[in-house]
């Protein structure tokens, strides 16, 4: 659990220095990070064009939302490295009334699964038809087209064959509407009017999913609702995030989407700090006829003195705020419950890894004169006199962008949420709702220190009954108690889908284990797993451990056994491969449990890891597997020559084929090298540092 005092204020100093991610690349190389192209497509295709991703005309956009929203059920959780790219798009070239896309020809069957609409009902895109061109195919829907580049009439009509998807919607683009498609269309319309269009921009942005697939290997992406409104939920990395791609990866404005105005219309930033203040810290509110009353609300929620000074930048501010929210080029301020979500992503590093993303209006803001940067900058100093001045004007641009943050928060916080209610002893703000699909509460807490709390309460897991019964989706310092209600509002957002990816903190299982395959094998459990711990990874832990555990119990004893010492916990790990995982936060057994007494080779523990979306590479579970065979307690050293001893006579390039992602050969002359001396262990480990 996370203490109070250990909390990280959302201070400017830590939030950035004023560096653009991605400056330093060209307008083509921008391009392609988002698309994918070839260069010379990106050259040619930005040739003429205002902005390096065109926006699609509405209809296109409506369109190319109902084809992503199916492609996004029909794959669900999936590897790129197996399917050609992300939903098996290997790039594309976005036009304002066309998309060009070009999937692997290996995934043209799943495609055509995913989108054929069928009479009986069934199916996803009503109304889709297709047309042979020059080029490839086009797939159309009223206003849209969508070309599948290279795939020919002859490949087209093959895979349509082969998926009996002749009486489906993906007809040839002269055949009548089928019964019920109107209707269906126009419905599938109306459900996605919200959402269509983040989800034509960030299928536009396709490739920028690349570098968020890093650590599990897998594109996951789904859609939910929340409080009326669906939001595009990303999970690539096990850890669900509403945050559009853009923003998550800190990306330059020109790859950001336009023209994505919400509904309610523009927002004025100076009526929201102003309204916000009133309804969740009314006693701080300004009087109305005070000077600058929204600027000096402002100040307040950031966290900042009342000062001449800052009052004044921060009038300065909501005039830039102003500009941004009007300008349709930063309307992506508004999408996926608006700019807090970004406002959350300090310290830095909490989303994705990735620095915090720079508002738009950042480089306006600061164009000041030095003296005024200067000035304000004398406020965030302990010794202004010691200080240089570069660094206190660079400490007043900071600060006007910690400003410019929090104004376009409050500008777009979503309308219509349920109301926020006041503890009588302490002054938080409280607010609790229902988690659909589950016997489970969603509990917001805002404190009038700053801090905000979003939990899941009552949840009646097996799991959390060593611990307290509330699993902690976040908590985390704001600069005022309006600021935590802003933070705590965008994270419900996640939290209310959160729960089938939260682990327990003792053994690190899934709270709601996932499904697993009836008859498991390593490498399917691999090609599941959001963590796989690999050969060298253990290899470094085995010299730690050696100097800390004396001997360990063999899997037939038990992975996991009764505690007899502490008292504090059910059981403890007992065997090397228990304290591996207990090292590792991967997912143990527990006790009585089918798997606790097998070895990590067995249809037993294979089960266990798929349930729970871990996995041992190849040579891990080799390793472990020999280790565990020795009945009773017997030292480290022992185990260890039992694994080495089953590594050396294992063929290790069959092992390496059960592997589902690339092996090296480096790799393999790893395992053949390491040694059979645990004192040697660390030695070794640091002398091939880097070649794992």
């Known amino acids: 659990m996370t203490h109070t005092d250990a909390l990280t204020l959302c201070t400017p100093q830590r939030q950035r220095g004023l560096h653009m991610t991605g400056m330093a690349l060209s307008p083509v190389a921008l391009r392609q990070m988002a698309t994918g192209e070839s260069e010379e497509t990106a050259r040619a295709e930005l040739a003429g064009l205002e902005h390096l991703i065109p926006a ?29 790219g992300p939903f098996g798009i290997r790039s594309l070239t976005p036009r304002s009334d066309a998309l060009v896309l ?29 047309a042979s061109s020059h080029d490839g195919t086009d797939l159309m829907l009223p206003g849209m087209r969508l070309l599948l580049a290279g795939v020919g009439e002859t490949e087209w009509r093959a895979a349509l064959g082969r998926r009996s998807a002749g009486q489906s919607s993906l007809m040839p683009h002269w ?17 996605l009017a919200g959402l269509a269009d983040l989800l034509s921009a960030t299928l536009r942005r396709i490739r920028l999913l690349d570098p968020l697939t890093r650590i599990s290997g897998h594109v996951h992406l789904f859609i939910t609702r929340h409080h009326g409104d669906l939001h595009l939920i990303e999970a690539c990395e096990a850890t669900p995030t509403v945050l559009p791609l853009w923003t998550s990866r800190s990306v330059p404005l020109a790859l950001w989407p336009a023209a994505l105005v919400p509904r309610a219309g523009l927002a004025d930033p100076r009526t929201a700090v102003l309204g916000l203040l009133a309804e969740a810290e009314p006693s701080h509110a300004p009087a109305s006829a005070s000077d600058r009353p929204a600027a000096r609300a402002l100040c307040h929620i950031a966290g900042l003195p009342s000062d001449p000074v800052l009052v004044q930048a921060a ?5 830039v705020a102003a500009r941004v929210l009007a300008d349709p080029a930063h309307a992506s301020v508004y999408a996926a419950g608006g700019w807090s979500g970004s406002c959350r992503t300090y310290p830095e590093g909490t989303v994705h890894g990735s620095d915090p993303c720079l508002p738009p209006g950042a480089e306006a803001v600061i164009l000041l004169p030095e003296e005024s940067l200067e000035r304000i900058g004398r406020n965030f100093s302990s010794r202004p006199s010691d200080t240089s001045r570069a660094d206190l004007v660079a400490a007043g641009q900071e600060e006007l962008v910690h400003l410019l943050d929090w104004a376009l928060a409050a500008a777009t916080r979503p309308a219509g949420l349920p109301a926020w209610t006041r503890d009588r002893t302490d002054g938080a703000l409280l607010r609790a709702q229902p988690l659909p699909g589950h016997d489970a509460t969603l509990s917001l807490t805002a404190t009038t220190t700053g801090v ?18 509330t699993v902690e989706w976040e908590r985390e310092a704001a600069p005022s108690q309006s600021a935590a209600v802003l933070l705590a509002e965008h994270a419900a957002i996640e939290a209310a889908v959160c729960l089938p990816f939260q682990r327990e903190h003792h053994k690190h299982r899934l709270l709601v284990p996932a499904t697993a395959p009836a008859e498991p094998t390593i490498r399917s459990v691999i090609e599941g797993a959001d963590h796989v711990l690999g050969f060298f990874t253990l290899a470094g832990i085995l010299g730690h451990l050696h100097e800390r555990v004396g001997s360990a119990h063999g899997a037939a004893d038990g992975h996991w056994r009764p505690d007899g010492h502490s008292g504090t916990l059910p059981d403890s790990p007992a065997t090397l491969t228990a304290l591996v995982s207990d090292w590792c936060a991967l997912p143990s057994p527990h006790h009585g449990e089918a798997a606790n007494t097998a070895p990590v080779d067995s249809p037993a523990y294979l089960h266990h890891l798929a349930a729970h979306r871990a996995a041992l590479d190849p040579f891990v579970t080799r390793y472990l597997a020999a280790a565990d065979t020795l009945t009773g307690a017997r030292t480290l050293e022992e185990r260890h020559l039992a694994g080495v001893a089953a590594l050396r006579t294992a063929d290790l390039s069959a092992l390496a084929r059960t592997e589902v992602r690339p092996v090296r050969e480096g790799l393999l002359r790893l395992v053949r090298s390491i040694p059979q001396d645990t004192t040697l262990l660390n030695y070794w480990y640091e002398r091939h540092l880097g070649q794992g």
Request: proline share 4%.
């Open 56 to 84: 699609p005309t509405s209809e296109q956009a409506r369109g190319e939302a109902r084809i992503f929203q199916a492609l996004i059920a029909a794959y669900g959780r999936h590897r790129p490295a197996h399917t050609g």
């Open 102 to 130: 070009r999937i692997a020809h290996s995934q043209l069957d799943r495609w055509i699964d995913a989108l054929a609409f069928r009479e009986s009902g069934t199916g996803s895109v009503a109304g889709l038809r297709w």
């Open 175 to 191: 055949i009548p509407r089928i019964r019920r498609e109107p209707e269906l269309s126009n419905a599938q319309d109306a459900e």
């Open 315 to 319: 009038d300065h501010v909501l005039d």
């Open 452 to 469: 905000y709390r979003v939990s899941l309460e009552a949840l009646g897991l097996e799991d959390l009954d060593a611990e307290d019964g």
